[in-house]
């Protein structure tokens, strides 16, 4: 079982910045992809980026791509997301995920990741 604690959400101002946490506790993670999706209200939860865990190979969402960046430091099992230039349309619930067994496809379906984190509130104000 793995369990994945989110921090470092909170409230910025259009065009600041936020850096995100998510540290892992469980087993070895050499299959694993680590990723981010976020939920705004009203709306289904969405891609944001992965990361490979041994490679370090990343994807972005295309609303995220040159102003997100995902990024990992493996001696602390943790995954970050350093969000930059934010929009108020960044605003939702961040959620951390883990897949056991990544392949490199279907990065973006929810179905493909086991584990979830509880979630963490990002506020972009304008």
């Known amino acids: 079982q793995v369990l994945l604690v989110e921090s470092g959400g909170g409230l910025a101002q259009a065009g600041g910045s936020l850096r995100l946490s998510c540290t892992a506790s469980?087993?070895?993670?050499?299959?694993?992809?680590m990723g981010w999706f976020r939920q705004a209200p009203g709306k289904e939860r969405d891609f944001v980026a992965v990361?490979?865990?041994?490679?370090?190979?990343?994807h972005y969402a295309d609303s995220v791509k040159d102003r997100f960046t995902i990024s990992k430091d493996t001696p602390k099992n943790t995954v970050y997301l350093q969000m930059n230039s934010l929009k108020p349309e960044d605003t939702a619930v961040y959620y951390c995920?883990?897949?056991?067994?990544?392949?490199?496809?279907?990065?973006?379906?929810?179905?493909?990741?086991?584990?979830w984190g509880q979630g963490t509130q990002v506020t972009v104000s304008s």
């Open positions: 469980g087993p070895t993670f050499s299959t694993y992809a």
């Open positions: 995920a883990a897949d056991r067994n990544y392949s490199g496809d279907n990065y973006g379906r929810e179905t493909e990741y086991d584990y």
């Open positions: 990361i490979r865990w041994i490679s370090g190979s990343t």
